[in-house]
T-cell receptor, first 114, second 113 residues
């Protein structure tokens, strides 16, 4: 049981390049999330999904896109990378505990845009 | 905008003492509250959840919730150097919570040997 797996762990992009951050979970969770974390800041929600085929914007969605074709996978696409997208990205999935969503995080992907 | 506020620290505590971490939240309808621990360069890991007013104890950790004051705290007894980390307070906002958790910026805790 691997939990939430993210790839790549590190990536350097040039301004204007595009890339996809991969996220896979093997816990059969319906809910999945992408957060970004900037130094000294909390986690900001980019996009989330409540099930295959359903996605919605979070607090900071501009410059990103997601898809959810299967329960397991929730990739995050960066189009036209900008220095402001330099951050650590965390994918998470959640299970319910008495009605509350409890998040489990992947190891993170550190992205630098130069 | 729903907010979660924490003192960023650093909070320095001697080994063996009690570390007290505090958090306030703005969404009065919030129902679920969590403490995550994050070591430098690592991902957040859940250490405590609390849903009802009062105290909840798990080993050396105690979470305290006061919904009337919109206040959540985490106490760490017999603090160890391995407890040195950033502690993130997270809140499930009202309205279902499918859109994830709202996180504070975290409190950096340092346990001095």
């Amino acid at each position: 049981n691997a939990g939430v797996t993210q790839t790549p762990k590190f990536r350097i992009l040039k301004i204007g390049q595009s890339m996809t951050l991969q996220c896979t979970q093997d816990m059969n969770h319906n809910y999945m999330y992408w957060y970004r974390q900037d130094p000294g800041m909390g986690l900001k929600l980019i996009y989330y999904s409540v099930g295959a085929g359903i996605t919605d914007k979070g607090e900071v969605p501009n410059g990103y896109n997601v898809s959810r074709s299967t329960t397991e996978d929730f990739p995050l696409r960066l189009e036209l990378a900008a220095p402001s997208q330099t951050s650590v990205y965390f994918c998470a999935s959640s299970w319910t505990d008495g009605g509350a969503n409890v998040l489990t995080f992947g190891a993170g992907s550190r992205l630098t845009v130069l | 905008q729903k907010e979660v506020e924490q003192n960023s620290g650093p909070l320095s505590v001697p080994e063996g003492a009690i570390a007290s971490l505090n958090c306030t939240y703005s969404d009065r309808g919030s129902q679920s509250f969590f403490w995550y621990r994050q070591y430098s360069g690592k991902s957040p890991e859940l250490i405590m959840s609390i849903y009802s007013n009062g105290d909840k104890e798990d080993g050396r950790f105690t979470a305290q919730l006061n919904k009337a004051s919109q206040y959540v705290s985490l106490l760490i007894r017999d603090s160890q150097p391995s407890d040195s980390a950033t502690y993130l307070c997270a809140v499930n906002p009202s309205g279902g919570g499918a859109d994830g958790l709202t996180f504070g910026k975290g409190t950096h805790l340092i346990i001095q040997p």
